[in-house]
T-cell receptor, first 113, second 114 residues
């Protein structure tokens, strides 16, 4: 079945370091891909999305490129801040499958000053 | 935009009881989904409603049921609560089709079953 695999956390970085959080997926079709972020005690916020191969989603300095050949959607940021500390979820969906989101298990990011 | 609002934020129930969780969708969003997020896990899809009809269901038993109202607000009902139902329940709304827009999530209801 369809699934999303994320790198295990926590990822611990110093402020201004480069961030990569790996995400790969298994899907029978061509899904849309998303990154969501969850701050402590809160629900999920959509961070960025890409709806077809080679699309690049970007928001707040974060980027991810939809790579069909490697079935990946890795999240990157050039310079992280303490305020980026949160749990990041990679997810996929497609409309012929009820639009349900299939999430990875999440990756916790901790950024220290 | 008012976002997605869920109530209550926390509640504690006893095993065997019934619970109703409520969700007010973001204005203009006609699709609503409910997710269960166990501690340390990613959210799991419970079901989705589109224009007041159930439009898909995840791997949850029938004691999980829902409603969507004409104003697109929604309820999640869980009967015969079990200890494993303790989780954060997230409501999410979207315009249709979701794959083009992504969901807007509420802050969730933390349910504890004792």
């Amino acid at each position: 079945g369809d699934s999303v695999t994320q790198m295990e956390g926590p990822v611990t970085l110093s402020e201004e370091a480069f961030l990569t959080i790996n995400c790969t997926y298994t899907a029978t079709g061509y899904p849309s891909l998303f990154w969501y972020v969850q701050y402590p005690g809160e629900g999920l916020q959509l961070l960025l999305k890409a709806t077809k191969a080679d699309d690049k989603g970007s928001n707040k300095g974060f980027e991810a490129t939809y790579r069909k050949e490697t079935t990946s959607f890795h999240l990157e940021k050039g310079s992280v801040q303490v305020s980026d500390s949160a749990v990041y979820f990679c997810a996929l969906t497609y409309s012929y499958n009820t639009d349900k989101l299939i999430f990875g298990t999440g990756t916790r990011l901790q950024v220290f000053p | 935009e008012t976002g997605v609002t869920q109530s209550p934020t926390h509640l504690i129930k006893t095993r065997g009881q019934q619970v109703t969780l409520r969700c007010s969708s973001q204005s203009g969003h006609n699709t609503v989904s409910w997710y269960q997020q166990a501690l340390g896990q990613g959210p799991q899809f419970i079901f989705q409603y589109y224009r007041e009809e159930e439009n898909g269901r995840g791997n949850f038993p029938p004691r999980f049921s829902g409603l969507q109202f004409p104003n697109y607000s929604s309820e999640l009902n869980v009967n015969a609560l079990e200890l494993d139902d303790s989780a954060l329940y997230l409501c999410a709304s979207s315009p249709y089709p979701t794959e083009n827009y992504g969901y807007t999530f509420g802050s969730g209801t933390r349910l504890t079953v004792v």
